[in-house]
């Protein structure tokens, strides 16, 4: 059973920073792409950023560039966001999502962690 | 970036009706890569259709998705109670990934 744990969540500063790891289990990690989407309270989901199975390529959405990075353990089946130089309007519970087999969906979700960037 | 409206933004049904739901894009999008997600209160979302009209592992067949180019239905043939949810339309296209605002089935 393919299992996605988020963490590292919590209330935070703007200009501030925080780390999100999502642990994953059940499935060959290094196999799958690797995503963050998020969604802030009442509204719609949003992309945020992909690390990619096939040449560890990592993408991002206009919003995050250049704030976030995401990055990936193998060895240790962990996928994290870095979130550096926050903003309010980041606040949001943020997903680890498991890419599809072939094409370029999200197939297994985990529960989430919430981030609140407040003074 | 490839926009994705849907439409309605609600649709007010009862338990066995049909329900049609509308995923518009701003420019084509691969068939390959639109799918289709259910989102119920507190729950993360759940992948129902990819490809625009292959079914995930366990959705019921209740669940259809079509459409081509710029235009694509999710189909809920008889809504059963645990079907009234949100549902997004998702793409990928250039290295990015796009959803739409979503569309609310609520009980009429």
């Known amino acids: 059973e393919v299992q996605l744990l988020e963490s590292g969540g919590g209330l935070v500063q703007p200009g501030g920073s925080l780390r999100l790891s999502c642990a994953a289990s059940?499935?060959?990690?290094?196999?799958?792409?690797m995503n963050w989407v998020r969604q802030a309270p009442g509204k719609g989901l949003e992309w945020v950023s992909t690390f990619s199975r096939s040449d560890s390529s990592t993408y991002y959405s206009d919003s995050v560039q250049g704030r976030f990075t995401i990055s990936r353990d193998k060895s240790k089946n962990m996928l994290y966001l870095q979130m550096n130089n926050l903003r309010v309007e980041d606040t949001a519970k943020y997903y680890c999502a498991k890419g599809g087999s072939v094409w370029y969906y999200f197939d297994q979700w985990g529960q989430g962690t919430l981030v609140t960037v407040s003074s | 970036e490839i926009v994705l409206t849907q439409s309605p933004g609600t649709l007010s049904l009862s338990p066995g009706e049909r329900a049609t739901l509308f995923c518009r894009a701003s420019q084509t999008v691969s068939t390959s890569y639109l799918a289709w997600y259910q989102q119920k209160p507190g729950q993360a979302p759940r992948l129902l259709i990819y490809?625009?009209?292959s079914r995930a592992t366990g959705i019921p067949d209740r669940f259809s998705g079509s459409g081509s180019g710029t235009d694509f239905t999710l189909t809920i043939s008889r809504l059963e109670p645990e079907d009234f949810a949100v549902y997004y339309c998702q793409q990928y296209g250039r290295s990015l990934w796009t959803f739409g605002q979503g569309t609310k089935v609520e009980i009429k």
């Open positions: 059940g499935f060959t990690f290094s196999s799958y792409d």
């Open positions: 490809a625009a009209s």
